[in-house]
């Protein structure tokens, strides 16, 4: 069973890279509704909960680049076939492709009803989810080098927008922020949890790994990601609070979608139409690194061509776009993502870590009785 990949020469990036691929996978639909969530939680705090959840991941990182420094070349995958045998390992693979393929599917959903919600009230889901699936199997076709393209053309293509975040500063109230840790240590931690669906992605980290070239500067460029992601989540928190009074705030279900309302340009009036569209090419890096890493997921459990994963996985999500009938239905479904991610984004990854640190630490420790005997 192979547990080191080495990919040609032809596939592989440069670690820069990373930044594109962290920041891109990051950032998302959960950005849209991000304010709202952490509020309910930490109230006028919530911008502290959000920069809290990205030194957590930072933490997390920092445990899984680690990990996957004690292989040569290796993924997730991989390590759970070398840590736990083949069945077990093999289990735990399934785990993840199933998670990465419902990732994928609550992505698509979640941009689908927005378009329907600001642009397009009568659309059928359907239409929307084939053209964005068909869009998503082209670039997975074209291999990992045409998906992290994706992400580095999603990064530069939608950056202007972060810059128009900061129009409603004009009409905020800054008096929203005070007083400030006037939240509880509980509501702080229960905010910072409430961001996972946001903050998911860095995950990707443990599947790209093999395929970056300067494999020692990686812990440095996925931080730089991160910490990027990290500075816009907790701007655009801030900016919230700062224009939204904490009612309508706690009733606003994209907040950052609703204050582009007030951004008016020559000859447009509805400048959110804008950015609801440019907010296609910011989820497009998700849904092709998840379609990615599921699709590969399933080439290494089932010994297939990851192509035939690739349409498989799609042909299904395609097929539970037509089973969601309600916003009830899609909101209960993001929240057990949520919780899935949780435990398998943050948790698992930082356990896994530890198992594979110690079992290198006893087969060092073997090695060196056996040249001194």
Not at 257 to 282: Q, T, Y
Not at 295 to 305: A, Y
Request: charged letters at 10%.
């Amino acid at each position: 069973m192979k547990i080191n990949l080495h990919p040609k020469e032809g596939l592989l990036i440069n670690a820069f890279m990373l930044v594109f691929i962290i920041h891109g996978v990051q950032v998302g639909v959960g950005l849209a509704g991000l304010p709202r969530v952490v509020y309910l939680e930490a109230k006028h705090d919530a911008w502290i909960s959000v920069f809290l959840a990205g030194i957590v991941t930072s933490v997390v990182l920092v445990f899984m680049v680690q990990m996957l420094k004690q292989y040569d070349s290796a993924d997730l995958y991989g390590i759970h076939v070398d840590v736990f045998g083949k069945w077990a390992g093999h289990s735990l693979n399934f785990i993840y492709m199933i998670y990465m393929t419902f990732t994928f599917f609550i992505i698509l959903m979640n941009y689908v009803e927005i378009v329907q919600v600001w642009i397009f009230p009568t659309l059928p889901t359907w239409q929307l989810s084939l053209v964005l699936i068909l869009l998503v199997i082209y670039a997975v076709y074209g291999g990992i080098r045409v998906v992290v393209g994706v992400a580095f053309l999603s990064v530069i293509g939608t950056i202007w927008l972060a810059v128009v975040m900061f129009v409603p500063l004009q009409f905020g109230d800054f008096t929203h922020l005070f007083p400030i840790m006037n939240a509880n240590t509980k509501q702080l931690l229960m905010g910072a949890h409430s961001t996972t669906l946001s903050m998911m992605g860095f995950e990707i980290i443990m599947f790209v790994y093999p395929f970056v070239k300067e494999k020692q500067k990686a812990m440095l460029f996925v931080q730089i990601g991160n910490m990027l992601t990290t500075i816009m989540f907790t701007i655009a928190t801030l900016i919230s609070i700062v224009f939204f009074a904490s009612n309508s705030l706690e009733k606003t279900i994209w907040p950052v979608l609703s204050m582009f309302k007030i951004v008016r340009l020559p000859n447009l009036e509805r400048f959110e139409f804008i950015a609801v569209s440019f907010w296609m090419l910011i989820i497009l890096p998700n849904m092709c690194f998840y379609l990615w890493a599921a699709s590969k997921g399933f080439s290494r459990i089932l010994r297939k061509k990851q192509k035939w994963g690739v349409w498989i996985i799609a042909i299904v999500t395609f097929a539970a776009t037509f089973f969601i009938k309600s916003r009830y239905q899609m909101n209960t479904i993001t929240d057990l993502m949520a919780k899935a991610g949780f435990y398998l984004a943050f948790c698992y990854p930082v356990l896994l870590a530890i198992i594979v640190f110690i079992k290198k630490w006893f087969k060092r420790r073997e090695s060196k009785h056996a040249e001194t005997s």
